[in-house]
């Protein structure tokens, strides 16, 4: 398993624990019978960390990203595909076929 | 259309093919998929693989895929005998199929028996009046004996029904540039154009017709293709920026002593951006011939 894999799987991790301490956090205040106006401040921090992981590591963990412009050097279109449907078979090549063995 | 990454991995496994390393199944999948005409190569290990009885059992129901594409190359290479082995092998396994009928076919027209392949495929065709491939072989079979006027009245009435084939009408502009019918050629490209508005290739190839074809307003025109070839190649073609700079002396010389409006059609900036161009690219890939190249845009620019 390499970084990335686990990072992201601490990313996450740290992301549902600030998500449980939120829930635990509404289910205080419904008991007190505050507003919830936010998260307190270090659930705040916990998310921007585990985003932060989260994110480092979604990029890091699929390998090398592939181009999407239509000229880079990969994707340029060199050729069209010989047209097979049209293909015809009276040209000059058949005079010369190639030594084949057959065995079925 | 064949993406430079899949041009360079089908060399790649040529060469490995040809030169005794594996991967002979990869490179017919690979030739499949990118619809290219190999058919010598495909002949040669097609058949090597179809020899091994071990190697045929292993590729499973692919092997039947693999007769019909070594049976279609054989009589690309005019071995008739192997290819009407593999479809002898085929009729054994799929007595009733239609596409061994067309394969069938297929042989008749390759053995030049051009009667025998009409009557086959008007056969096809009862059970079947929609199959684009039977159509396309009849104007294939027109284009092989030598009568494009033929070709083109079928093809014609084969696009008024498949008009989203982009195929047919590539070989419509091809057989009318052939015969030189110019302006119906340009009609093809423009369809092509609509349909896949961002190949380069269509584009280049519209704006040589219009070149050929010539004149003030198709000039003018001609230009504006071969920039917008540019544009969608990020000016890596250098059939487009000599077009620029050809189309450019063209409408100079046709403008010589006309009145001013013609006279700002010339875009002085967008030649002199096209020599730079083409003369930066020349230094870098073939320095020898930068000073023909300099030579001849300066003969150009009068």
């Known amino acids: 398993m390499n970084l990335g894999f686990v990072i992201g799987v601490i990313g996450v991790l740290i992301l549902s624990h600030a998500g449980y301490s939120t829930i635990q956090y509404r289910g205080l205040l419904k008991i007190t019978e505050e507003e919830f106006t936010g998260p307190p401040l270090n659930v705040v921090l916990e998310l921007i960390v585990g985003l932060a992981l989260s994110m480092w590591a979604a990029l890091t963990f699929p390998g090398k990203f592939l181009s999407i412009h239509p000229d880079s050097d990969e994707n340029r279109a060199v ?22 063995t057959m065995k079925f | 259309m064949v993406t430079k990454a899949e041009e360079t991995e089908l060399n790649q496994l040529e060469n490995q093919v040809e030169n005794g390393g594996g991967g002979v199944w990869e490179y017919l999948c690979l030739v499949r998929k990118l619809k290219v005409r190999r058919s010598e190569l495909v002949l040669k290990h097609g058949l090597s693989i179809l020899n091994d009885p071990g190697k045929r059992s292993s590729l499973g129901p692919d092997e039947w895929t693999l007769y019909e594409q070594v049976a279609i190359a054989a009589m690309d290479c005019q071995s008739l005998g192997a290819a009407q082995n593999c479809i002898k092998v085929l009729q054994k396994k799929f007595p009733e199929s239609k596409r061994v009928g067309k394969l069938e076919a297929l042989l008749l027209e390759a053995k030049g028996m051009w009667e025998e392949a009409e009557k086959a495929y ?92 010539g004149g003030q307003e198709n000039l003018i025109a001609a230009r504006k293709y071969y920039a917008s070839t540019i544009d969608l190649t990020g000016g890596k073609s250098t059939r487009a920026l000599f077009g620029i700079c050809l189309c450019g002396s063209a409408i100079a010389q046709l403008s010589k002593g006309r009145n001013k409006e013609d006279k700002d059609m010339a875009a002085p900036e967008l030649q002199s951006l096209a020599a730079t161009a083409l003369e930066k690219e020349y230094k870098q890939k073939a320095p020898a011939k930068l000073n023909l190249l300099s030579s001849a845009l300066r003969s150009l620019k009068l």
């Open chain 1, 79 to 100: 050729s069209l595909p010989d047209n097979s449907d049209f293909m015809i078979f009276n040209h000059r090549g058949r005079l010369f076929p190639p030594e084949i």
């Open chain 2, 122 to 213: 008007s056969i096809l065709l009862e059970d079947n009046p929609l199959d684009q491939v039977i159509h396309k072989r009849k104007v294939a079979m027109a284009k092989a004996q030598g009568k494009p006027s033929s070709a083109i009245e079928h093809l014609n009435k084969y696009l008024e029904v498949f008009m989203a084939d982009h195929d047919a009408w590539r070989e419509l502009a091809e057989i009318y540039v052939s015969l030189q019918m110019y302006k119906q050629a340009a009609f093809c490209y423009e369809e092509l154009i609509l349909s896949q508005p961002t190949l380069p290739l269509y584009h280049l190839a519209y704006a040589e017709v219009l070149y050929t074809i």
